[in-house]
C-alpha cells in the first residue's frame, strides 16, 4: 500500500474498516451490476410501455403513482411531532406537503417496482446469462424481450461510467486511509528523531499555528505537515486510482464558446432542471478562466425525461434560443429558475432577452429542434451517461466537480 522510511505498508496495516472495505469490496461490485441491470431493465421496460400508450416515459411513471394513497392526517400529524425539533419552529400547514412527499417515496417506489414485474411478464422478459457470471463475452445476452434484448457489451458500455465513479471512490477512500496510516506513523519517526514528544510536535506544526481554529485551517496545517514528511522521509502512497474512461465525444453542431482549434475540448451534457447542473455550472464556469483562449466549452443535452417533469421542454426551448443566438445566455436564466421551467415562463424568459416571440414559439415546438435533443441524449448514453451533469474534458470523464477536480483535467490535458 505504502513505503517510507525503509517500512512498508501493506492491508493488514490499516484500520479494521479499511480491511472490511477492502474485503467486501469485490461483492459491492457484483451487487451493483446487479442493480445496475434491474434499473436498465426498469427503464426499458417503462420506455416500451409509454410508446405502446403514445405518452411518456415520466407519464408512466406518474400514473402509476396516483394509484398510491395519500397517508392519513393523522398520521402525517404524528411524522410531523416527531420532527417538530427539526422543522426550524414551522407549523404543520407550512411543512404538510413536504411531508406528503416524503411519506409517499417509499410506497410508490414499491408500487413502481410491482408494476415492472407486470410489464416483465406482458414484455415476456427472459433472462439470460449471470451479469456476474465469470468469463463473460461481448455478445452473451443478459436478457431478453418483446422487441429487444442486452448483451454484456451494451450493459458495459452503457455503464461504464458509473461503475468507473464505484470504483475510484473506493480507491480514493482507500487512498486515504493509506495517508492517514504512513502519516501518522512518520509523526512519530519525527518526534523520536527531534526527541520530543508527538503530541508536542503536533502542537509545534499544527495546533500551535492556528488563529481561527476552524476544520478548514487545521485541515491546512495538517496537508503542509504531511507533505513535509512524506518529502523528508521519501514517502510513496502506491494505491492509484483507476483511469477514468477515455472516449471520442463527439461536439456535434451544438453551442460552443471558445477557439474552434483550442487545445482543449471541454463537453458538458446537462439537465437544465437539475440542480447538481446548476451548481455545477458556475463552477466550470470558473475553472475556465485562467484557460479561456485554451478552450472550447460545449454544452449537449441529456433531460433526465423520468426524473425532471420540465427538462425535455426546457432543453428544447435553449435550442430554440440558440437559433437566435442567445443559448448561453438563456441557460443562465434556466439555471437559475429551476422552480419555473412550464411553457410560459420559458416563453417569458425568452421575451425578457428581446427574442423574437414568434420564431422561439416555432422553434420551441418543431420537431427538428426535439430530433435535435434526442439525438443528444442518444449520443449520451452511447458514452455511459445515465446521470447529470455528465463532463469530458478531451474525451475523459471529470469525477470530481470541484475547482481543484476541473483545473487538474484542464492542466492533465493541456500536458498531453
Given at each position: 500500500?505504502?513505503?517510507?522510511n525503509?517500512?512498508?505498508?501493506?492491508?493488514?496495516?490499516l484500520?479494521?474498516?479499511?480491511?472490511?472495505a477492502?474485503?467486501?469490496?469485490?461483492a459491492k461490485v457484483a451487487?451493483?451490476?446487479?442493480q445496475?441491470?434491474s434499473?436498465?431493465?426498469?427503464?426499458t421496460?417503462?420506455?416500451?410501455?409509454a410508446?405502446?400508450?403514445?405518452?411518456?416515459a415520466?407519464?408512466?411513471?406518474?400514473a402509476?403513482?396516483?394509484?398510491v394513497?395519500?397517508?392519513?392526517?393523522a398520521?402525517i400529524?404524528?411524522?410531523?411531532?416527531i420532527?417538530q425539533?427539526?422543522?426550524g419552529?414551522?407549523?404543520l400547514?407550512?411543512?404538510?406537503?413536504?411531508?406528503?412527499?416524503?411519506?409517499r417515496q417509499?410506497?410508490?417506489?414499491?408500487a413502481?417496482?410491482k408494476?415492472v414485474?407486470?410489464?416483465?411478464v406482458?414484455?415476456k422478459?427472459?433472462y439470460g446469462?449471470?451479469v456476474?457470471a465469470?468469463g463473460l463475452k461481448?455478445?452473451?445476452?443478459?436478457y431478453?424481450?418483446?422487441?429487444?434484448q442486452?448483451?454484456?457489451?451494451?450493459?458495459?458500455?452503457?455503464n461504464?461510467l458509473t461503475?468507473y465513479?464505484?470504483?475510484?471512490?473506493f480507491?480514493?477512500?482507500?487512498?486515504?486511509e493509506?495517508?492517514?496510516?504512513?502519516?501518522?506513523?512518520?509523526v512519530i519517526?519525527?518526534a523520536?528523531?527531534l526527541?520530543?514528544d508527538?503530541g508536542?510536535?503536533?502542537?509545534?506544526?499544527?495546533t500551535g499555528?492556528?488563529?481561527?481554529?476552524?476544520d478548514a485551517?487545521?485541515?491546512?496545517?495538517?496537508?503542509?505537515?504531511?507533505t513535509?514528511l512524506?518529502?523528508?522521509y521519501?514517502?510513496k502512497?502506491l494505491?492509484?486510482?483507476p483511469a477514468?474512461?477515455?472516449?471520442?465525444?463527439?461536439v456535434d453542431?451544438?453551442p460552443?464558446?471558445?477557439?474552434a482549434n483550442?487545445p482543449v475540448?471541454?463537453v458538458m451534457?446537462?439537465?437544465?432542471?437539475?440542480?447538481?447542473?446548476?451548481k455545477?455550472?458556475p463552477?466550470?464556469k470558473e475553472?475556465?478562466?485562467?484557460?479561456?483562449?485554451?478552450?472550447?466549452?460545449?454544452?449537449r443535452d441529456?433531460?433526465?425525461?423520468?426524473m425532471h417533469?420540465?427538462?425535455?421542454?426546457?432543453a428544447?426551448?435553449?435550442?430554440?434560443?440558440n437559433?437566435q443566438?442567445?443559448?448561453?445566455?438563456?441557460?443562465?436564466?434556466?439555471?437559475?429558475n429551476?422552480?419555473?421551467?412550464?411553457?410560459?415562463?420559458?416563453?417569458?424568459?425568452a421575451?425578457d432577452?428581446?427574442?423574437?416571440?414568434?420564431?422561439?414559439?416555432?422553434?420551441?415546438?418543431?420537431?427538428?429542434t426535439?430530433a435535435?435533443?434526442r439525438k443528444?441524449?442518444a449520443?449520451?448514453?452511447t458514452?455511459?451517461i445515465n446521470?447529470?451533469?455528465?463532463?469530458?474534458?478531451?474525451?475523459q470523464?471529470v469525477?470530481r466537480l470541484?475547482?481543484?477536480g476541473?483545473k487538474?483535467?484542464?492542466?492533465?490535458?493541456?500536458?498531453?
Amino acid at each position: 500500500m505504502a513505503t517510507a522510511n525503509g517500512r512498508s505498508w501493506t492491508i493488514k496495516d490499516l484500520s479494521p474498516e479499511a480491511r472490511e472495505a477492502h474485503s467486501t469490496f469485490p461483492a459491492k461490485v457484483a451487487n451493483v451490476r446487479k442493480q445496475l441491470l434491474s434499473q436498465m431493465l426498469g427503464e426499458t421496460l417503462i420506455e416500451v410501455e409509454a410508446k405502446n400508450r403514445n405518452i411518456t416515459a415520466l407519464a408512466v411513471v406518474k400514473a402509476e403513482a396516483k394509484k398510491v394513497k395519500d397517508p392519513t392526517p393523522a398520521e402525517i400529524k404524528t411524522v410531523y411531532d416527531i420532527n417538530q425539533a427539526q422543522l426550524g419552529g414551522k407549523t404543520l400547514e407550512q411543512v404538510r406537503s413536504q411531508i406528503i412527499e416524503v411519506m409517499r417515496q417509499e410506497p410508490e417506489e414499491k408500487a413502481l417496482a410491482k408494476f415492472v414485474d407486470t410489464l416483465a411478464v406482458k414484455y415476456k422478459v427472459v433472462y439470460g446469462k449471470d451479469v456476474n457470471a465469470p468469463g463473460l463475452k461481448p455478445a452473451d445476452l443478459l436478457y431478453s424481450m418483446t422487441g429487444g434484448q442486452l448483451t454484456v457489451k451494451e450493459f458495459d458500455d452503457a455503464n461504464r461510467l458509473t461503475l468507473y465513479s464505484f470504483e475510484a471512490e473506493f480507491y480514493d477512500g482507500l487512498k486515504a486511509e493509506t495517508e492517514a496510516a504512513v502519516y501518522d506513523a512518520l509523526v512519530i519517526d519525527e518526534a523520536k528523531a527531534l526527541k520530543m514528544d508527538a503530541g508536542d510536535l503536533i502542537a509545534r506544526e499544527v495546533t500551535g499555528k492556528m488563529k481561527d481554529f476552524t476544520d478548514a485551517e487545521r485541515e491546512g496545517y495538517e496537508a503542509a505537515f504531511r507533505t513535509k514528511l512524506f518529502t523528508k522521509y521519501s514517502a510513496k502512497v502506491l494505491v492509484t486510482e483507476p483511469a477514468a474512461p477515455v472516449q471520442t465525444v463527439s461536439v456535434d453542431d451544438d453551442p460552443a464558446r471558445g477557439p474552434a482549434n483550442a487545445p482543449v475540448t471541454i463537453v458538458m451534457f446537462s439537465d437544465f432542471q437539475c440542480s447538481a447542473c446548476s451548481k455545477t455550472h458556475p463552477v466550470l464556469k470558473e475553472a475556465m478562466v485562467p484557460f479561456a483562449d485554451k478552450i472550447r466549452f460545449v454544452v449537449r443535452d441529456y433531460p433526465l425525461e423520468t426524473m425532471h417533469e420540465n427538462a425535455f421542454r426546457a432543453a428544447l426551448a435553449a435550442n430554440a434560443a440558440n437559433a437566435q443566438g442567445k443559448f448561453f445566455e438563456y441557460t443562465e436564466i434556466l439555471y437559475k429558475n429551476q422552480d419555473a421551467l412550464d411553457d410560459a415562463s420559458l416563453k417569458k424568459y425568452a421575451a425578457d432577452l428581446g427574442l423574437n416571440a414568434a420564431q422561439f414559439a416555432l422553434d420551441l415546438n418543431s420537431e427538428k429542434t426535439a430530433a435535435e435533443v434526442r439525438k443528444d441524449m442518444a449520443e449520451g448514453k452511447t458514452y455511459g451517461i445515465n446521470g447529470t451533469p455528465a463532463i469530458f474534458v478531451n474525451g475523459q470523464f471529470v469525477r470530481r466537480l470541484s475547482p481543484l477536480g476541473f483545473k487538474n483535467a484542464i492542466e492533465n490535458a493541456l500536458k498531453k
